[in-house]
């Protein structure tokens, strides 16, 4: 399949199984891909990646003081600040993936709600296939709000991925005008200690945190090839879609390395005060 080509289709997907990368590389290519859905230069894409080094990603509105500098640096943690919403997320062994597809695939499903249900029942479709019993949270579930912590897995928020009541999935999405950029990670197996040492949290933070995230090392064994196979099928039933397996164009190459240069990696980007306003954009979770 032909990405240039491929979005006069609404039913031809792409599909990426990219290899493990830096935070602010795999942050770029995610904005890239929105962009691309968003201005009709590209198909809907579903992506799967890791990241090397392991790397704490912050939410688009999240204080960088919560960040344990020193930590990050014995362990050998990179840190990044995502394009989306939510809270802080070690990304070691897990899986992340990506879903960038225009507005109008989700029908009345649109909405911000409506949409990470719609999401999060491919991503429980998928699971479920590999023989997994996660549950999806219900609409009553916490919402992200100031009795919410600063890390992702504290607590799930409506429509997430439950495993034995403990949350599996934590997602995060953002809109442009016409498109949707939802991703999210797939725990393989929780690394608390580490998380909590790239940390700076109240007192009393860490029970909360540990009670609260599951990973897929309590069911079985489970690797990253396997689940990606898995979601990836799911998301093509969920939304009629042919997926193909694709790779990123040159053009869009070009550009998520410019944007991780210029974004990214940079101070001003990763460390900077919490925004008082985030324009027109939504950014949730």
């Not at 999240?62 to 990044?80: A, I, N, P, S």
């Not at 607590?155 to 950029?181: F, M, N, W, Y």
């Not at 690797?223 to 990836?232: F, L, M, Q, T, Y």
Request: net charge negative.
């Amino acid at each position: 399949m032909c990405p240039s080509s491929a979005s006069t289709s609404d039913t031809a997907w792409r599909l990426l199984l990219d290899p493990p990368a830096s935070g602010a590389w795999n942050m770029a290519v995610d904005e890239v891909l929105l962009d691309g859905v968003a201005n009709g230069s590209a198909p809907a894409t579903i992506r799967f990646y890791e990241w090397a080094p392991p790397c704490l990603s912050l939410g688009y509105f999240q204080d960088f003081e919560v960040v344990d500098v020193d930590g990050c640096r014995r362990l050998g943690v990179d840190v990044v600040r995502r394009p989306t919403g939510g809270r802080a997320i070690l990304h070691d062994r897990e899986l992340t993936y990506s879903v960038a597809l225009p507005l109008r695939l989700l029908g009345d499903d649109s909405g911000v709600l409506p949409s990470y249900h719609r999401l999060s029942l491919a991503l429980e479709r998928g699971l479920k296939r590999l023989g997994i019993p996660v549950v999806l949270a219900p609409e009553i579930a916490a919402q992200t709000g100031p009795d919410h912590g600063p890390v992702c897995f504290d607590r799930p928020s409506a429509h997430e991925i439950l495993l034995d009541g403990r949350k599996l999935v934590g997602s995060a999405q953002v809109r442009r005008a016409t498109a949707i950029l939802q991703h999210g990670s797939i725990l393989i197996e929780p690394r608390i200690e580490r998380l909590l040492a790239c940390l700076r949290l109240p007192d009393g933070t860490a029970g909360p945190i540990e009670d609260g995230v599951a990973g897929l090392d309590s069911v079985g064994d489970f690797e990253p090839p396997a689940i990606a196979r898995a979601v990836a099928d799911a998301f093509a039933e969920e939304f009629a879609a042919n997926l193909a397996r694709g790779r990123l164009q040159p053009d869009e190459r070009v550009a998520a390395e410019a944007l991780s240069a210029s974004k990214y990696q940079t101070v001003a980007w990763t460390e900077r005060p919490p925004p008082i306003l985030a324009g027109n954009t939504t950014r949730t979770r």
